[in-house]
């Protein structure tokens, strides 16, 4: 299976401020995801990032807010833009190493916005 | 849009019980379902993968089970221990979405 490594693991941030999260895997795999968990609720999937390509965005996120990079098939990053409080949540990196496979979750990013 | 149920949403029981698990999901054309432990503040440790072709998965003490026409999928513990006490969730890939659905799991919790 996957090992992926996420970081940072947790931070509080200022409102208004941007956050990069970083998902490293140690082997090349198909397709990266990220989730968002909100306080008290399930995952929510934000968006597929595609390797080369922009990101595949899920109804009610959009690439300003969320922009996700994929340079290559071992790392992406998840950029949180312009922080409100309503974005603190724990942010997760997935990965299938082949398209409709096992998927693997990162520990998360816990983020607090004050 | 594809949504995924799961009973309870709590569930309390003494050591050594064995225990079962319900997840439902309106959409059966799925590739797979799996089912994934969350402790605390971590992220998710995934359990089992059940593929669309198969009945049932099992590891250990941990037997699921998929009925895909019926859009069901059971997750049994036996002979619990305190260590499973944990949020499960269960996801489906497919159905008419990208990535994995997830329910809102099921907090367990096992009494020593």
């Known amino acids: 299976s996957a090992v992926i490594s996420q970081k940072p693991s947790r931070d509080i941030c200022q409102r208004g401020t941007s956050l990069t999260i970083q998902c490293q895997v140690d082997s090349q795999v198909t397709m990266m995801f990220w989730y968002r968990q909100q306080p008290g609720q399930s995952l929510t999937l934000i968006a597929t990032?595609?390797?080369?390509?922009?990101?595949?965005?899920e109804s009610g996120f959009v690439i300003d807010k969320f922009p996700i990079s994929r340079p290559n098939l071992t790392f992406s990053t998840l950029t949180v833009s312009n922080m409100s409080p309503e974005d603190s949540s724990i942010y997760l990196c997935?990965?299938?190493?082949?398209?409709?496979?096992?998927?693997?979750f990162g520990q998360g990013t816990r983020l607090t916005v004050v | 849009k594809q949504e995924v149920t799961q009973i309870p949403a709590a569930l309390s029981v003494p050591e050594g019980e064995n225990l079962v698990l319900n997840c439902s999901f309106t959409d059966s054309a799925i590739y797979n379902l799996q089912w994934f432990r969350q402790d605390p503040g971590k992220g998710l440790t995934s359990l089992l993968l059940i593929q669309s072709s198969q009945r049932e998965q099992t590891s250990g003490r941990l037997n699921a089970s998929l009925d895909k026409s019926s859009g069901r999928s059971t997750l049994y513990i036996a002979a619990s221990q305190p260590g499973d006490s944990a949020t499960y969730l269960c996801?489906?890939?497919?159905?008419?979405?990208?990535?994995?659905?997830f329910g809102k799991g099921t907090h367990l919790i096992i009494q020593p």
């Open positions: 997935s990965v299938e190493e082949t398209a409709n496979t096992e998927a693997f």
């Open positions: 990032a595609n390797q080369g390509s922009e990101a595949t965005y």
């Open positions: 996801a489906v890939l497919g159905g008419g979405a990208d990535g994995l659905t």
